[in-house]
């Protein structure tokens, strides 16, 4: 029988509507919810805390939602909020970090590998260990890049502002002679031409939104969760804020139309949780 519930997606803000692109090319059958909190945004700068409790209402009215699995398309989120949601929530958890870091083990040739991320994903410690899981030996620079998520989610993707704060923060990994570079944020895609001629040709730029929805898929078929092959799949999206804000950057990212988006308010997420 085919199962016909939602799939929940959320992000701090828009980023992760990069993930839910290669699920909607993935899995083109499935339904999909996306919710992007952005009244809270940005995650980076808070406490481990307070991403906790966003990550778990956010997941706890997901469930309510009525979805059949839950995707952490947030970096910062899975950093410091993955094990307690999947303790939590009685659907499955994927999150982003875990292909990501098997990607940069494999795709590095000297084992010198970086990272670009929010305060948080850095503070975590969570990339760097899963990287050493897989290979002990490797060289790990991690470097906090606290002036990009506000200026995507401002629209601005290649400003001199953007330019110059990608040179600043990729300056230690050029210097640590990184040839793998991690983007540990969802938004981060979108400055990849940037990141690129900032690094030049020899540094591969990691960010697996592919391989997450290859996870995805991968997990529905192994628990028996797919929908009917043959029907098109539809989608929705909540934010905590601006819908018409939340609109026009997020067809940017998704490359798609995103039709109506509804509000969600923060108390209504409180409130479930």
Known sequence: MPDSRPIGVFDSGVGGLTVLHECLVTMPY??????????????????RDEVRRFAHEIGVYLERQGVKMVVVACNTATSVALPDL????????VSVIVPEAH????????RRIGLLATELTVASGRYESLVRTLDAGVRFTAVACPKLVPLIEAGDTYSDEIVAAVREYAAPLKDAGCDTVILGCTHYPLLRPVFQRTFGRDVTLVFSADET?????ETLARKGFENDTT?????RFLTTGDP???RTLGERFLQLPLGDVERVEVRELEAVA
């Open 231 to 235: 029907r098109e799949g539809r989608y």
């Open 244 to 246: 018409s804000v939340f």
């Open 30 to 47: 499935e339904d999909f919810v996306y919710l992007g909190d952005h009244a809270r945004l940005p995650y980076g700068p808070r406490s």
């Open 86 to 93: 999947q303790e939590q929530l009685g659907v499955p958890v």
């Open 213 to 217: 929805a290859r996870e995805v898929a």
């Open 103 to 110: 990607a940069a083990v494999q795709a590095t040739r000297n």
